[in-house]
């Protein structure tokens, strides 16, 4: 049933959007880091705005709102409060005249730790084949183990027949287990632990012990990869099932109320690989946390990539579920597959996969991107490896192309009235490709060092958390006005008016169309791929 807002949320909203024309304030609703510039885009007609310090009511700094620029695509204009001076630590609130004030932020070294706890827990919220448990601002959410006879294989010549695929993540905002989005999903947090691993070991994300000994951040991955590692075909070729879904999607049901039959579904080329990639990334990570286990996903992975070896051509998924399809070519998931298993074996075999490969491509590296097309993810890897070998012509041409398209989008969002990295560019999930850019700029900035892709890939952030045209977070349960009605089955069936927190909504198809509407899947949908960029993107700025 779709959950209704309350009488008090409509009225908070309407308050809102009435007053927008004249007392808008685009900011980030978490807050900034103290020595990083801090800029807001707020309503003209004004010369000038405070920074008050939210406890004192007094102002620590005044400064001179910019000339008005108007932009096209979101249809207004803006001035901007620059207060990047401001470093003291503190929560503060911007003024203008006497009575325009913004939302509460924060300033401090640590601003982003919480947010990253919230969207990290998100993952362990979704989990498949558990029941799960969590309090949030003194609401209790929670799901009983769910999917517990995942999944029959008939789908895949064995009818009739069960076997175990419980385990892994809810997908999006249906229940389903999908490899090829799962791909770039732990793809990019794996890639989160190897550049900022110093500072995710000590995170504490409060999960049941399911990994003894790993760290939490790992053991949450290891969640997924149990799941992962089952759905190889039981008949040991090495084929990979596409999903493992019901026919059609559930209603808006809890995880434990959706008892119809699940299945694996026959095997895509896509998913073989991308499931390769995955495999000997987790060899890698996990090797020093449980050398059996690793070396069990190692196997998987070699077992994998021989077959997709002796089967060079594309296989799409074909079967008539109507469930997420992730239809996508495979020459990226390849080119993925083989780096990934250089990195952690050495063997020559697969970097001259690679780079044979990747030769063949003339646009290496993706200004736009996400789970269609990952060979970002390839591409990196290969950059940022400390493994001897590599052809020096094809590597200065990927780094070439990488300061190239990162020196793109701060251009873009030099030239957004919200700093956006994206630009006017709007369609379904472009949130997550709006925080997936800042891998692209950090990636970048290893290469060559330039603030710049710094403070864009904070501009990501603040975009995300309210630097935005309709001045409000974009991920639930965090900062000012978040989501209240994502297309979430478990948000929309747990009788909570508050939905599940920390995810991430998609954003709009077009500039002005995001709805924070239940029904709106097109822009208001969860899903792990655009959750992974947005734990990546915290990630290179906590403490």
């Known amino acids: 049933m779709m959950k209704q807002l309350t009488y008090l949320t409509i009225l908070i909203l309407f308050l809102h959007l009435s007053a927008h024309a004249n007392s808008f304030f685009g900011l980030n609703s978490i807050g900034y880091l103290p020595e ?65 004030k913004s939302p509460v932020f924060k300033i401090a070294p640590d601003v982003y730790n919480f947010a990253l706890t919230t969207s990290m827990r998100a993952f362990y919220l979704w989990r498949c084949g558990t029941a799960v448990e969590g309090k949030y601002n003194g609401i209790t959410y929670t799901h009983d183990a769910c999917h517990m006879e995942d999944g029959w294989l008939d789908s895949i010549g064995m009818p009739n027949q069960q076997r175990d695929g419980t385990g892994g993540w809810h997908d999006a905002g249906d229940h389903g287990k999908y490899v090829v989005n799962a791909g770039i999903t732990v793809g990019m947090m794996f890639m989160a632990w190897e550049q900022f691993n110093d500072k995710l070991k000590a995170y504490d994300f409060d999960l049941p012990e399911t990994a003894p000994g790993f760290p939490d951040y790992l053991k949450e991955l290891k969640w997924e990869t149990d799941w992962l590692l089952k759905m190889q075909y039981p008949d040991g070729s090495g084929r990979v099932s596409h999903k493992l879904t019901r026919n059609a999607f559930a209603g808006f049901i809890m ?146 192309q990488t300061i190239e398209v990162a020196d793109k989008i701060v251009e873009v969002a030099k030239a957004d009235i919200f700093s956006r990295p994206l630009g006017d560019r709007y369609y379904w999930g472009c949130n997550g490709t709006v925080v997936r850019q800042v891998l692209n700029l950090q990636v970048a900035n290893k290469i060559k060092q330039k603030k710049e892709y710094i403070t864009t890939s904070l501009d990501a952030i603040h975009n995300i958390f309210g630097r935005n045209q309709y001045g409000r977070s974009f991920v639930t349960g965090l900062g000012y006005l978040p989501p209240m009605n994502p297309h979430d089955r478990r948000s929309g069936a747990d009788d909570i008016e508050a939905p599940w927190p920390g995810y991430i909504v998609g954003g709009g198809n077009k500039a002005l169309d995001w709805i924070d509407e239940e029904r709106s899947f097109s822009t208001n949908e969860v899903a792990i791929n655009w959750q992974a960029a947005l734990v990546y993107a915290l990630a290179g700025f906590v403490e």
């Open 36 to 100: 990083q510039p801090k800029v807001a885009s707020v309503a003209t007609g004004f010369d000038s705005f405070a920074v008050v310090d939210a406890e004192t009511k007094q102002p620590v700094f005044v400064g001179t709102l910019s000339d008005s620029v108007y932009q096209e695509d979101v249809k207004m204009s803006v001035q901007f409060a620059d207060f990047s001076p401001v470093k003291q630590v503190g929560e503060y609130y911007l003024q203008i005249n006497d009575t325009l």
């Open 255 to 400: 995880p434990e109320d959706d008892t119809e039959k699940r299945y694996f579904t026959e095997w895509s080329s896509a998913a073989t690989a991308s499931f390769t990639g995955m495999m000997a990334q987790a060899a890698r990570y996990f090797k020093p946390y449980d050398e059996v286990y690793a070396q069990k996903c190692l196997n998987a992975a070699l077992l994998s990539y021989e077959f997709l070896k002796e089967n060079p051509d594309y296989k799409r998924f074909s079967q008539r579920f109507r469930t997420g399809g992730y239809h996508s070519p495979d020459f990226d998931d390849r080119l993925w597959a083989a780096i990934e298993l250089w990195e952690t074996t050495g063997e020559s075999e697969y970097l001259e996969d690679f780079e044979e490969r990747l030769s063949e491509i003339e646009e290496k590296v993706d200004q736009n991107w996400d789970w269609p097309v990952i060979k970002n993810m390839a591409v990196f890897q290969y950059i940022l490896s400390d493994r001897e070998g590599k052809n020096p012509e094809l590597l200065a041409e990927v780094k070439k």
